[in-house]
């Protein structure tokens, strides 16, 4: 157990809907990382977060979005979905150097 | 741009081999290296990781690596595998004074056989 928790485990939805996935970092931790995992793209980095600001952006799309709270939790908004977006989405979080993951949440879009 | 390769996709080897795979970044300045492996069904998790000093370094598991600054690569290594090594290992890199954005190899699959 890493200590970072995402919530749901598995989401399935249809496309054209949106949909919300949640993080919560490692007590202390400030940096929150989002990450699209598929077959056919491997691990994506999305969006890093610090403190809640934003502080690098990978490859992500511009129907996704995200935020940090002041408690530091994420959530990872992606609307408009499409067949193609449906994946394991990872939140990984760090103080410092190493990132650690949470156990992903299974987006099916039917 | 910086990025990760991992030159074998698929390893297949039997319980007590030897292990190595291979990982090689590009980026000229100092680097955080890092190795991580996903269990079937699983995520990620940090095996070992490199910020400075001795370039060998130990992970969990009987993992280790060896970063050779020269040669831009950071190598996974075990003496001897077991069938719960079977996973998929990620290669990741932070450039430390660049983007400190983690850059994930493709990964290369193992898979052992008892």
């Known amino acids: 157990d890493s200590g970072v928790t995402q919530t749901p485990k598995h989401l399935i939805t249809a496309t054209g809907q949106r949909v919300t996935l949640r993080c919560s970092p490692r007590?202390?931790?400030?940096?929150v990382y989002w990450y699209q995992q598929s077959l056919d793209q491997g691990l994506q980095f999305l969006i890093q977060?610090?403190?809640?600001?934003?502080?690098a952006k990978g490859n992500i799309l511009e129907r996704f979005s995200a935020q940090q709270f002041p408690d530091l939790h994420s959530e990872l908004n992606l609307s408009s979905l499409e067949l193609g977006d449906s994946a394991l989405y990872f939140c990984?979080?760090?103080?410092?150097?190493?990132?650690?993951f949470g156990p992903g949440t299974r987006l099916t879009v039917l | 741009a910086q990025s990760v390769s991992q030159h074998n996709h698929h390893v297949i080897l039997s319980e007590a081999a030897s292990l190595e795979l291979g990982c090689n970044y590009s980026?000229?300045?100092?680097?955080?290296l890092f190795w991580y492996v996903q269990y079937p069904g699983q995520h990620l998790q940090l095996l070992l990781k490199?910020?400075?000093?001795?370039?060998l370094v130990k992970g969990i598991k009987g993992f280790e690596a060896e970063f050779i600054k020269s040669k831009f690569s950071f190598n996974l290594r075990k003496p001897s595998v077991q069938w719960s090594d079977t996973a998929e290992y990620f290669c990741?890199?932070?450039?430390?004074?660049?983007?400190?954005?983690?850059?994930f190899g493709s990964g290369t699959r193992l898979l052992v056989r008892p």
């Open positions: 007590s202390g931790d400030l940096s």
């Open positions: 490199y910020f400075s000093g001795d370039p």
């Open positions: 990984a979080s760090s103080l410092s150097g190493a990132q650690f």
């Open positions: 990741a890199v932070i450039p430390v004074d660049s983007s400190y954005k983690l850059i």
């Open positions: 977060y610090y403190n809640g600001e934003e502080r």
């Open positions: 980026y000229g300045g100092t680097v955080n």
